[in-house]
């Protein structure tokens, strides 16, 4: 008697098991389907335009990143462009060993690739055009007419 009553707990318990996890899963395919992102609509007449990169150089700057047209700069483009901003190399200004003391940086801490044979030409444009100067912070005002403030 008192293993009947043993054994019919133990099938209570496994049929309890059973039924919660039929819950959890049911109830979980339930809020997937409540919840689940749409799906995007395919229209075949749809046309994707296509963005063209503007090449062109004004005044010896390419327009598109604002780098200075010189030897090396499509290599400089095409390695540095990737990961970030034009303007995060044209607003800085380092010698050859502060350029690549930089790009060692990039390389140990953000998985910047290994130039080859492309980094001497990439170092050799950066420290051409992008080398430390010593015109301040902003070029003087050529104002010939002033006024006074009242």
Known sequence: MKGD????VKQLSRLLFLFLLLFIVLFGGLFYWVNRPPKPAL?????IPVVAVDDSIENGIHLATGFVDDEGMQAT????TNCHSAKLVTQN???RE???ATIRWMQ???NLWDL???E????SYLAKNYAPTSKGRRQNIDQTVWYELE
């Not at 009553?5 to 019919?8: A, D, E, L, S």
């Not at 483009?77 to 540095?80: H, L």
């Not at 001497?120 to 170092?123: A, C, S, T």
């Open 5 to 8: 009553f043993i054994h019919q």
């Open 43 to 47: 229209e075949i007449d749809e046309i």
């Open 77 to 80: 483009i095409q390695n540095c």
């Open 93 to 95: 200004r380092m010698s």
């Open 98 to 100: 502060g350029w690549e």
């Open 108 to 110: 140990e801490t953000q």
């Open 116 to 118: 080859g044979n492309n």
């Open 120 to 123: 001497d030409l990439i170092l």
